[in-house]
């Protein structure tokens, strides 16, 4: 009893230390509403008011059609360029698309010879340039089709593919990537604040205060777990009803208790790696370059920026231990496809055991500090 009472006050210090520091706070409440509006809003990764140009050299009606075919907001307006400014401009970045018309387009077309057109992309905007290609090629294919039947009506076919997108129908990156900042931010933020939090008990004296007072090193690390947790806990359910699903109306499909379960899982792990950064850094630059390298590798690895099936099959297998993979997968089953507990119990599973040994692990470096602190 009397070790849960020194967590509780230890914790409410760390809480009291966090909130005078304004600075700290600052960055808590800009990391978990304008970054994560911006990061929904600001990046896509869907065609969008895409720079086009057009060389006709046909001049035809049909070629009029397929320049007039091309509109926003997934392209600019056309333009017409004559053919000797076409690498010129593509050089300068100021069309990611350049369609070729030949000469006797139309005549050939009636005539059954097959033409080709060309299409020059920019393929720098590489994801964006894989997709525009094939509007542009729906696009045309569309209107030809259409120009020589004289009609809008479609050909019969021999099969009617229906498509239906699952879960987010409408394509909206927005509903992806304000999940994926929100994970970010938890393992970013929690990291920062617990591993601060240690660097600057030892920068500014109070460890030693601590030391001298009949507290154990389990003790003064839970203290810190449950503090710092509380705080990224607070500020994500404020994130996640005030930033995405009023601002973005982004829908939540499953249970949000159960995705709150696993994020407080998740954060035993991302405490416990906050320790452990803080423990073996010697000074706040120190903690800042470890910051850089560990986080940036978890977020890469986790699935939220690339598919984990995208990576090379022995860094899937490493991925397994990365506490992280396990957060954005259950996350991804909760929040866009409504699963259960029956659905995310083993993600859940692998978040509490990897978390539960990096934090026995953390404990005993933090352990091995203090008594050479003494």
Do not use: C
């Amino acid at each position: 009893m009397k070790a849960l009472l020194n967590i509780f006050w230890l914790g409410l210090k760390e809480i009291r230390s966090l909130t005078s520091d304004l600075v700290m706070v600052a960055f808590v409440i800009y990391a978990f509403s304008f970054a994560i509006y911006v990061q929904a809003t600001g990046t896509s990764s869907e065609v969008n008011n895409a720079s086009i140009a057009f060389v006709d050299e046909d001049g035809s009606a049909l070629s009029k059609e397929l320049f007039n075919a091309f509109y926003p907001p997934r392209f600019k307006l056309p333009e017409n360029i004559s053919a000797d400014k076409v690498q010129g401009m593509m050089d300068r970045g100021q069309y990611m698309f350049v369609v070729v018309i030949p000469p006797r387009f139309e005549r050939d077309l009636r005539s059954g010879r097959n033409p080709d057109i060309q299409v020059n992309i920019d393929a720098t905007a590489m994801q964006q340039a894989g997709i525009g290609a094939g509007y542009i090629k729906n696009i045309i294919n569309d209107r030809v089709s259409s120009f020589l039947a004289r009609t809008e009506a479609s050909p019969s076919r021999p099969i009617n593919l229906v498509v239906r997108k699952l879960f987010n129908p409408n394509g909206v990156s927005s509903w992806f990537k304000s999940v994926v900042a929100i994970i970010n931010q938890i393992t970013l933020l929690t990291v920062v604040l617990t591993g601060a939090a240690v660097i600057r008990e030892r920068e500014h004296g109070t460890l030693e205060h601590l030391l001298v007072m009949p507290l154990s090193a389990f003790e003064i690390a839970m203290a810190k777990v449950w503090a710092n947790s509380l705080v990224i806990l607070v500020a994500t359910g404020a994130s996640l009803f005030l930033v995405v699903r009023m601002a973005l109306k982004v829908p939540f499909a499953g249970s949000v208790l159960l995705w709150f379960l696993g994020v407080v899982l998740y954060l035993f792990f991302a405490t416990a790696l906050g320790i452990f950064l803080g423990t073996v850094s010697r000074s706040m630059a120190q903690f800042a370059l470890l910051i850089t390298l560990v986080i940036l590798v978890l977020m890469l690895l986790s699935g939220g920026s690339t598919p984990v099936e995208s990576q090379p099959k022995w860094l899937q297998y490493l991925t397994y231990l990365l506490p992280a993979r396990h957060f954005v997968s259950f996350s991804q089953v909760i929040i866009y496809r409504g699963g259960g507990l029956q659905a995310v119990w083993s993600q859940f599973l692998m978040v509490s055991a990897i978390g539960l040994g990096f934090f026995t692990y953390s404990l005993a470096l933090f352990r091995k500090s203090i008594a050479a602190a003494k």
